[in-house]
Protein backbone atom coordinates (compact mmCIF):
# COMPACT_ATOMS: atom_id res chain seq x y z
CA UNK A 1 0.00 0.00 0.00
CA UNK A 2 2.76 2.76 0.85
CA UNK A 3 4.82 1.77 -2.41
CA UNK A 4 3.37 4.80 -4.28
CA UNK A 5 4.17 7.16 -1.27
CA UNK A 6 7.93 5.06 -1.18
CA UNK A 7 8.45 5.94 -4.87
CA UNK A 8 7.68 9.46 -4.32
CA UNK A 9 9.69 10.03 -1.68
CA UNK A 10 12.93 7.84 -3.70
CA UNK A 11 12.37 10.34 -6.78
CA UNK A 12 12.11 13.32 -4.79
CA UNK A 13 15.32 12.06 -2.58
CA UNK A 14 16.96 11.20 -6.51
CA UNK A 15 16.74 14.77 -7.77
CA UNK A 16 17.72 16.70 -4.80
CA UNK A 17 20.65 15.40 -4.08
CA UNK A 18 23.27 12.40 -5.73
CA UNK A 19 23.94 9.23 -3.73
CA UNK A 20 21.49 6.73 -2.36
CA UNK A 21 17.92 6.57 -1.54
CA UNK A 22 18.42 5.06 1.49
CA UNK A 23 21.06 5.28 4.58
CA UNK A 24 21.56 2.20 5.84
CA UNK A 25 22.79 2.94 9.31
CA UNK A 26 24.78 0.39 11.82
CA UNK A 27 21.87 -0.12 15.22
CA UNK A 28 21.91 -2.24 17.75
CA UNK A 29 19.00 -4.43 18.47
CA UNK A 30 17.61 -7.55 20.05
CA UNK A 31 20.05 -9.40 22.19
CA UNK A 32 23.18 -6.87 21.01
CA UNK A 33 22.96 -8.21 16.97
CA UNK A 34 23.64 -5.19 14.89
CA UNK A 35 21.96 -4.77 11.98
CA UNK A 36 21.57 -1.62 9.48
CA UNK A 37 18.50 0.32 9.80
CA UNK A 38 16.33 1.34 6.63
CA UNK A 39 16.16 5.07 6.72
CA UNK A 40 15.49 7.48 3.94
CA UNK A 41 18.80 9.20 3.24
CA UNK A 42 18.57 13.07 4.49
CA UNK A 43 21.72 13.57 5.05
CA UNK A 44 24.61 14.03 2.15
CA UNK A 45 26.33 11.50 1.58
CA UNK A 46 29.22 10.60 4.20
CA UNK A 47 27.52 12.56 6.67
CA UNK A 48 28.31 10.30 9.45
CA UNK A 49 32.03 10.26 8.54
CA UNK A 50 31.57 14.15 8.89
CA UNK A 51 29.91 15.12 11.84
CA UNK A 52 28.20 13.84 15.15
CA UNK A 53 26.12 11.45 15.85
CA UNK A 54 23.51 12.95 16.91
CA UNK A 55 21.90 15.98 14.83
CA UNK A 56 20.22 18.99 15.32
CA UNK A 57 16.99 20.78 13.34
CA UNK A 58 19.80 22.59 11.07
CA UNK A 59 22.54 20.50 10.68
CA UNK A 60 24.35 21.26 7.57
CA UNK A 61 24.69 18.12 6.30
CA UNK A 62 20.27 17.85 5.97
CA UNK A 63 19.58 17.94 2.31
CA UNK A 64 16.77 20.42 1.75
CA UNK A 65 14.33 16.93 0.67
CA UNK A 66 16.21 15.90 4.17
CA UNK A 67 14.95 18.40 5.99
CA UNK A 68 11.64 18.02 5.29
CA UNK A 69 11.60 14.41 5.63
CA UNK A 70 12.36 14.21 8.69
CA UNK A 71 9.96 17.07 10.22
CA UNK A 72 7.00 15.16 8.91
CA UNK A 73 9.41 11.83 10.35
CA UNK A 74 8.43 10.68 6.61
CA UNK A 75 12.36 9.44 6.97
CA UNK A 76 11.76 6.94 9.61
CA UNK A 77 8.68 5.05 6.96
CA UNK A 78 10.94 3.10 5.50
CA UNK A 79 11.86 1.02 8.54
CA UNK A 80 8.55 -1.02 7.85
CA UNK A 81 10.95 -3.08 5.77
CA UNK A 82 13.49 -3.47 8.73
CA UNK A 83 9.82 -4.65 10.56
CA UNK A 84 9.11 -6.94 7.75
CA UNK A 85 12.96 -8.59 7.97
CA UNK A 86 12.00 -9.12 11.34
CA UNK A 87 15.09 -6.85 12.99
CA UNK A 88 12.47 -4.44 14.28
CA UNK A 89 8.79 -4.25 15.15
CA UNK A 90 6.03 -1.40 14.78
CA UNK A 91 6.88 -0.86 18.72
CA UNK A 92 9.88 -0.67 20.87
CA UNK A 93 12.86 0.75 21.80
CA UNK A 94 14.57 2.89 18.79
CA UNK A 95 17.57 0.91 18.00
CA UNK A 96 20.26 3.63 19.10
CA UNK A 97 24.17 3.36 17.43
CA UNK A 98 26.70 1.24 19.04
CA UNK A 99 28.65 4.39 20.75
CA UNK A 100 25.45 4.88 23.10
CA UNK A 101 24.99 1.38 23.56
CA UNK A 102 28.56 0.45 24.82
CA UNK A 103 27.67 3.17 27.57
CA UNK A 104 24.19 1.31 29.10
CA UNK A 105 24.75 0.43 32.90
CA UNK A 106 23.49 -2.98 33.69
CA UNK A 107 20.25 -2.08 34.16
CA UNK A 108 19.79 -0.56 31.15
CA UNK A 109 20.87 -3.61 29.16
CA UNK A 110 17.18 -4.60 30.13
CA UNK A 111 16.61 -2.66 26.77
CA UNK A 112 18.60 -5.35 24.34
CA UNK A 113 15.65 -8.13 25.44
CA UNK A 114 13.10 -6.74 23.19
CA UNK A 115 13.19 -6.02 19.74
CA UNK A 116 13.99 -2.62 18.84
CA UNK A 117 10.49 -0.19 17.11
CA UNK A 118 9.70 2.22 15.28
CA UNK A 119 8.27 4.26 18.38
CA UNK A 120 7.72 4.13 22.02
CA UNK A 121 7.14 6.44 25.27
CA UNK A 122 10.62 8.33 24.35
CA UNK A 123 9.83 8.69 20.78
CA UNK A 124 6.88 10.51 21.16
CA UNK A 125 8.43 12.85 24.22
CA UNK A 126 11.40 13.51 22.34
CA UNK A 127 9.63 13.59 18.61
CA UNK A 128 11.65 17.43 18.57
CA UNK A 129 15.02 16.02 19.31
CA UNK A 130 16.67 17.96 16.54
CA UNK A 131 15.05 21.51 17.91
CA UNK A 132 16.49 20.28 21.62
CA UNK A 133 19.74 19.74 20.82
CA UNK A 134 19.75 22.93 18.66
CA UNK A 135 18.10 25.17 21.44
CA UNK A 136 20.79 23.50 23.59
CA UNK A 137 23.35 26.11 23.31
CA UNK A 138 25.69 23.04 23.85
CA UNK A 139 28.17 22.95 20.40
CA UNK A 140 28.55 19.25 20.43
CA UNK A 141 25.25 17.80 19.17
CA UNK A 142 26.10 14.36 20.61
CA UNK A 143 26.99 15.96 24.27
CA UNK A 144 23.74 17.98 23.45
CA UNK A 145 21.92 14.47 23.30
CA UNK A 146 23.92 13.02 26.20
CA UNK A 147 22.88 15.06 28.89
CA UNK A 148 19.30 16.67 27.66
CA UNK A 149 17.70 13.63 25.89
CA UNK A 150 19.65 10.46 26.61
CA UNK A 151 18.74 10.03 30.67
CA UNK A 152 15.10 10.48 30.31
CA UNK A 153 15.15 8.28 26.65
CA UNK A 154 16.53 5.62 28.79
CA UNK A 155 14.05 5.51 31.43
CA UNK A 156 10.84 5.94 29.21
CA UNK A 157 12.72 2.85 27.29
CA UNK A 158 12.96 0.83 30.59
CA UNK A 159 9.36 1.72 31.92
CA UNK A 160 8.32 0.45 28.00
CA UNK A 161 10.28 -3.08 28.27
CA UNK A 162 8.49 -3.40 31.69
CA UNK A 163 4.75 -2.72 30.92
CA UNK A 164 4.81 -3.93 27.76
CA UNK A 165 1.52 -5.58 26.52
CA UNK A 166 -0.88 -5.06 23.38
CA UNK A 167 -3.04 -2.28 24.81
CA UNK A 168 0.32 -0.10 25.40
CA UNK A 169 1.36 -0.78 21.92
CA UNK A 170 -1.88 -0.08 20.21
CA UNK A 171 -1.68 2.98 22.42
CA UNK A 172 1.34 4.01 21.19
CA UNK A 173 0.70 3.46 17.57
CA UNK A 174 -2.54 5.58 17.71
CA UNK A 175 -0.27 8.55 19.95
CA UNK A 176 2.23 8.26 17.14
CA UNK A 177 -0.34 8.82 14.04
CA UNK A 178 -1.43 11.28 15.92
CA UNK A 179 1.49 13.24 16.73
CA UNK A 180 2.48 12.99 13.08
CA UNK A 181 -0.74 14.32 11.86
CA UNK A 182 -1.38 16.82 14.08
CA UNK A 183 1.58 18.00 15.85
Not at 9 to 17: H, N, P, R, T, Y
Not at 46 to 53: H, K, L, R
Amino acid sequence: MLFPFFLIIAIWIILDSKGPVFYRGLRVGLHGKSFRIFKFRSMNVNAENIGATSTNKNDLRLTYVGSILRKYKFDELSQLINVFLGDMSLVGPRPEVLKFVDQYSEEEKIILTVKPGITDFASLKFHNEGEIIENSGIIDADEAYSKLIRPEKLRLQIKYVKEQNLITDFKLILLTIKKILIG
